[in-house]
């Protein structure tokens, strides 16, 4: 059925904090009210401290309710990992979501809710609604996977994950390697472990399941999860839909800022870009080897650098001070006059969208972030696979292992420092190098399939109106 033809459903996406979480939340809105013609509400739990969150809410044109702030700070010590602190966040807050909800659902009927994966304890209130809840994971399979069938290796394995010789099995899976579980599973005394445990139990609630993925990216985990035996009943059998790649709509450049103007300058694929995301920081020695790394491959480079992530030896952050050349203390002295003609060093943000969709562009070196995955891919540029955190580690192992699409250092960055000397080599290799040339075909072919995805008939695009003909089809039952 054309959705475009529906009479318009009412849809309500229920967002965790968090810019990693909200982002997802609003491309998935926007798609669905742009493309399908569909009315949407966000519902965005907000935080007391989050003026970047309130700015990208203020800036969107969907319908948002922002559920107020809650104080968990009696909740919280100097231990709460951020897992903890998310899903007591959520859990304080249900009580203004279930009252926002129920206001929305008075002045125009819900006809279904839709919430991010930390939010699996607010899918009871579309039952008091009587409309059908669906979870909204935006990543890959793989990470879904495990996080459903975690609760199942709780009982199965001894002892600490990462201290296992053998990979996790997961059924119809590929093996994850124990380095590369999320955060929540290296501690499995933390009670940010529990927490997860909850999530992942929590995806049998559902009457469906989307993803920000879609049907080439990850087949074998897509497939397992809706085929196989184990994980289908662990999601309580609902339908997974593929409906990816979802990312931002940036609007063309507005006039030519410093950036775009240096990047016009540049050859065809000639330039690195360098980013963490908004969560990502490195430690002192990490920047000082990254950024001498960078000077001695001799390769163009736009570096998004943020202050260290530890305190140094006089308890102060190297936030403050810089150079004669203007150059970051926490920066190798005299970095920016040696790299001038060679790179440029912007401080703590810049629009990523742009910069890798310009052609000049040829490589990024990236945390592995799913959303800064899918632009990347999207703008047909390869990856310098550097993960940090949370389910980063199993992104980066996709992507070089089953993808073709990245090379990442021999060891992992959160194990241990990679020398100047290696990230010279990884930054040839992505720019000047064979192999970075067959990695850039490889993802130039998977940029046309996630292309032909999302075009009206494609394979997400049809999944995205199968979901929508449930949800009608439940409307018309009540």
Request: aromatic content about 6%; hydrophobic content about 40%.
């Amino acid at each position: 059925m054309d959705t475009n033809n529906q009479c318009m459903l009412h849809i309500g996406i229920l967002s965790s904090p968090g810019i990693g979480h909200i982002i997802p939340a609003l491309v998935l809105g926007n798609r669905l009210a742009a493309v399908h013609n569909v009315k949407v509400t966000v519902f965005v739990i907000t935080t007391a401290n989050s003026p970047t969150e309130r700015q990208l809410l203020e800036s969107s044109r969907l319908n948002i309710v922002q559920i107020p702030p809650v104080d968990i700070s009696a909740l919280l010590d100097a231990n709460t990992k951020p897992v903890t602190q998310l899903c007591l966040l959520v859990r304080a807050a249900l009580p203004g979501v279930r009252s926002a909800l129920w206001a929305t659902n008075q002045c125009r009927r819900l006809d279904a809710l839709v919430g991010d994966f930390f939010c699996t304890e607010a899918l009871p209130v579309a039952d008091e609604l009587n409309v059908p809840k669906f979870i909204y994971v935006p990543t890959n399979a793989w990470f879904t996977a495990l996080t459903v069938y975690c609760p199942v290796l709780d009982k199965e394995i001894v002892g600490q994950y990462v201290e296992q010789e053998k990979g996790l099995e997961i059924p119809g899976c590929k093996p994850v390697r124990p380095e590369d579980v999320v955060d929540p599973m290296l501690d499995r005394n933390d009670e940010q472990y529990r927490e997860y445990l909850r999530v992942g139990g929590g995806f049998s609630m559902a009457d469906g399941i989307l993803m920000n993925i879609w049907e080439d990216v990850d087949p074998v985990s897509l497939k397992a999860l809706r085929e196989n035996e184990t994980l289908s009943k662990l999601v309580g059998r609902s339908p997974v839909y593929a409906i990816g790649p979802l990312t931002r709509n940036i609007e063309e450049r507005d006039g030519d800022g410093m950036i775009m103007q240096w990047l016009d300058k540049q050859p065809r694929e000639s330039v690195l870009y360098v980013s963490f995301g908004s969560g990502g920081t490195l430690s002192a020695e990490q920047i000082t080897e990254l950024a001498w790394g960078l000077e001695l491959s001799e390769q163009r480079f736009i570096w998004v650098v943020r202050p260290p992530s530890k305190r140094g030896p006089d308890d102060a952050f190297f936030t403050t001070g810089q150079g004669a050349d203007g150059t970051p203390n926490y920066l190798p002295e005299g970095f920016n006059t040696r790299t001038q003609k060679q790179g440029l060093v912007v401080p703590m943000w810049t629009e990523q969208a742009l910069i890798l969709k310009h052609p000049s562009t040829g490589g990024f070196l990236s945390h592995c972030g799913w959303n800064s995955t899918l632009e990347s891919i999207k703008n047909g540029v390869p990856i310098i696979a550097w993960p940090l955190y949370s389910e980063q580690r199993q992104n980066a192992s996709l992507l070089t292992e089953e993808l073709g699409v990245a090379i990442r250092p021999k060891k992992l960055p959160t194990k241990g420092i990679v020398g100047r000397e290696e990230v010279k080599t990884l930054v040839k290799t992505m720019l000047q190098s064979n192999e970075g040339k067959e990695m850039r075909e490889r993802v130039v072919k998977l940029r046309m399939s996630a292309e032909k995805a999302i075009s009206i008939g494609g394979s997400s695009y049809n999944s995205m109106c199968e979901l929508l003909n449930t949800i009608e089809k439940r409307r018309s039952e009540i």
